[in-house]
């Protein structure tokens, strides 16, 4: 089969090609970051894949102070002033000079163009690995939605290939996207982020109307889902959310199982190293005890499977 992977020229933006994950659906897998994202979550722990263009990441502790991407550097971007190294965005064109310059790896460019043919290459190396344990590729975010043609061929090819595919989504895209992939996606990992309206609107940037109305589209049409839900303390760690979830995946005929996904604080890092401000503080983390707590309120409502699935371990 792989003598037709060449008919796919498709290209699109990614962040990174993660091999062996294993908590991006069933068994191990690969997982295909897509870099864009439209929402707006607050919480959000992948900061590198929300915008779709390529930009430049900084990490201030491999720094050595050595000058040579100021050297380097036409646009003047970088800085380096009593031990603060300032690197001036507005003028980078992302032209990676500063990258290739540095000697302690303190620069990169987060994010490439690659062809769907590449990445299906890249993936069908632990084809091994998936035939073991029932796992596969993965095409996460970054809402891989946002580049719609890319996400199918993708899908496609990896079924051309026999690949289990799952595809991780937000669902804010208009349903004619999502009902385009169903063939050739074995398992929809749907995010639910919040229940209430008012305050999906206040911790994404946008209503949840359209995501539930294509959960339930998509549902009705026969896709197998995870209801995906990230519990993030002091925002959506309420009761009446999770009675929600409970609520929302007793109307879904072909749930696989609830997924809550402990926060983490990885974004913080992120968003310092590409120049972005972290709009949350330290948040608290869930005790198993709390976690119990939680897991009751759904399991009071619904016997639908549920695990926690801690990003972390
Ligand atoms: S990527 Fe290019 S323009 Fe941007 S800071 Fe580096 S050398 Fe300058
Ligand atoms: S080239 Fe790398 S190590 Fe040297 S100052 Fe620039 S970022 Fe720091």
């Known amino acids: 089969m792989l ?3 060449d008919k796919y020229m498709i290209k699109g933006n990614i962040v990174n090609i993660q091999r062996f994950s294993l908590h991006d659906g069933p068994g191990i897998r690969t997982t295909v970051f897509f870099k864009g994202c ?3 979550c607050v919480w959000c722990h992948n900061p590198e894949s929300k915008l779709k263009d390529i930009e430049l990441a900084y990490y201030r502790e491999l720094c050595i102070d050595c000058g040579n991407c100021k050297d380097i550097c036409t646009m003047g971007c970088h800085t380096i002033s009593g031990g603060a190294h300032h690197i001036g965005r507005k003028n980078c064109v992302v032209c990676g000079k500063c990258v290739n310059a540095c000697p302690k790896s303190a620069l990169e460019m987060i ?9 299906l290459t890249e993936t069908l190396k632990d084809r091994a690995f998936y035939n073991n344990s029932g796992g596969g590729i993965t095409l996460s975010g970054g809402e891989p939605l946002y580049q719609p043609e890319f996400a199918l061929e993708l899908l496609k090819l990896s079924k051309e290939n026999g690949l289990h595919t799952c595809l991780e989504t937000s669902g804010f895209t208009g349903y004619k996207n999502l009902e385009r992939m169903i063939p050739y996606t074995d398992l929809f990992l749907y995010d ?5 309206e008012n305050l999906h609107k206040k911790f994404t940037g946008f209503s949840n109307n359209l995501i539930h109305e294509n959960l339930l589209k998509l549902d009705k049409a026969g896709a197998k889902t995870i209801l995906r839900c990230p519990v ?6 309420r009761e009446q959310h999770y009675i929600g979830i409970a609520e929302l995946s007793k109307k879904l ?4 199982e609830i997924n809550l996904l402990p926060y983490h604080t990885l974004g913080s890092s992120k968003c310092e190293s590409i120049g972005r401000a972290y709009p949350l503080s330290s948040l608290p983390s869930l005790s198993d005890e709390e976690k119990k707590k939680r897991t009751n309120i759904i399991q009071r409502i619904t016997d639908r499977k549920l695990l926690w699935v801690d990003h972390n371990m």
């Open 232 to 237: 993030i303390p002091k925002y959506n760690d």
């Open 3 to 5: 003598d037709r992977i």
């Open 192 to 196: 639910w982020k919040e229940t209430k």
């Open 253 to 256: 005929a072909n749930i696989v």
């Open 38 to 40: 439209p929402l707006n």
């Open 111 to 119: 994010g490439s163009e690659s062809p769907a043919s590449e990445i």
